[in-house]
């Protein structure tokens, strides 16, 4: 084998969730991205001492699984409560004061879609990103040597800039260590690098700011843009995230 | 009614075919955008004079299809003309003195997938968009009062950033006539004015051109890339596409 050859891992960026199975996922290393604003808050409150969270994808899961494990229930539609769970999806709703030692049992529907594709695919990791715990992120991807999967949530499986952005910052600090050959990160980072100056008035722009302004979440929305604030690492073990910082 | 009231129509972009089914096609205008190089090569087509293009998605059908119509069939894989098949891919093998007054039958995966799948949904109409048949595009989109999804092909179903650079364009034109509210359109419009003044440099680091720099058609996928070249508009009637310009 020559000296040359090129032994760098490959890395893609799945735009939706409908894209997944287009991809080789089984020895990857899996990033679940839902900036706004699931894997901010699941980020969130494992840095504030959570045990575990335990991503579930419906309402009725979520009591199920909250009565066995004695965790807190949570999950919204609409910007309100689910009727029969206890808490939202806020990332202000999990400080150290409440959350800590305790396990969180959260409904998502993208992200855990995503998520429950990705460990059936035979996927080496999952951990969960989020700006909140962007550098972790960093630093599990390049340790890994294996290839990477930057995995967007997005909504409803359409495509959803916040991901993307998310995906193209990652991609801004990792993209030496490994072989890219995909115009879905390409596309992220190119969109990264022209934002990034002013990230905080372009987030105003996008479809899913939008939509969550309506029910005042601006606050939550602007924290889940904010780098490095609950630098835990969520990784997937067994049956549930555990912070693996 | 409040005459404030907003009455222009939506679009949306729809990154690969396999997005489609997120979106409302029926009564929609889609427009089919294989950049890399079928919609390309007939609008070429077509502009020279040829009388019908008829798109299909395998070789066999375009022979079967070839020996019914007594047309030129077409088709590529791997930078070759498929077995079977008379002519490749490429718009400069379509002159005036060779097309006109013909029938061609090209075998298109991507697009001809998506332009089924438009047919299916009952689109209102389906034409197809390239950089050499762009101002025709533009002009149809803002005369039709309809709702309009620029349908990417992609590759193998997936994204593709040539693609999306020409709804980028596209969008850029007649953003002021629709309502969007669509993060792929942004990000499409964002990629293509971030990249518009040096975009036959950039166009040079998308997969796409590398795959098919490596069958040495660089001066195709620069033509394919040059507006107004071809100035026809084609649209599916029946069962083919003509040139309604």
């Known amino acids: 084998m020559s000296e040359n050859k090129n ?10 969730p409908q894209l997944l199975d287009l991809y080789e996922i089984k020895d990857s290393v899996v990033v679940i991205i839902d900036v706004f604003r ?10 504030n001492g959570a045990t575990k969270v335990i991503p579930v994808d419906s309402p009725a899961l979520c009591i199920e699984v909250g009565k066995q494990t004695g965790g807190i229930t949570a999950g919204e539609r609409d910007g309100k409560i ?13 400080p150290r004061s409440f959350i800590e030692n305790k396990t969180l049992v959260i409904t998502t529907t993208n992200g855990t879609k995503l998520l429950h594709m990705a460990l059936k695919q035979g996927a080496k990791n999952i951990i969960t990103g989020s700006f909140p715990n962007f550098s972790k992120v960093v630093e599990f991807l390049k340790s890994q040597n294996a290839p990477v999967i930057l995995g967007c949530s ?3 499986n359409r495509f959803n800039i916040e991901d993307v952005l998310f995906a193209g910052a990652i991609i801004e600090q990792v993209k030496a260590h490994f072989e890219i050959h995909c115009d879905s990160s390409f596309m992220a980072n190119q969109l990264y690098m022209q934002q990034k100056d002013h990230l905080t008035d372009y987030i105003k722009t996008v479809t ?9 979440l601006e606050e939550d929305m602007l924290y889940c843009i904010s780098r490095d604030t609950a630098p835990s690492l969520p990784i997937f073990k067994e049956d549930a995230l555990i912070n693996q910082s």
């Open 7 to 16: 032994t760098k891992p490959s890395l893609h960026t799945v735009l939706t």
């Open 38 to 47: 699931a894997t901010s808050t699941i980020a969130t409150a494992l840095y």
């Open 82 to 94: 689910i009727p029969g769970l206890s808490y939202g999806n806020s990332p202000s709703e999990y």
């Open 154 to 156: 997005g909504w409803k």
């Open 208 to 216: 899913h700011w939008h939509r969550l302004a309506a029910y005042g």
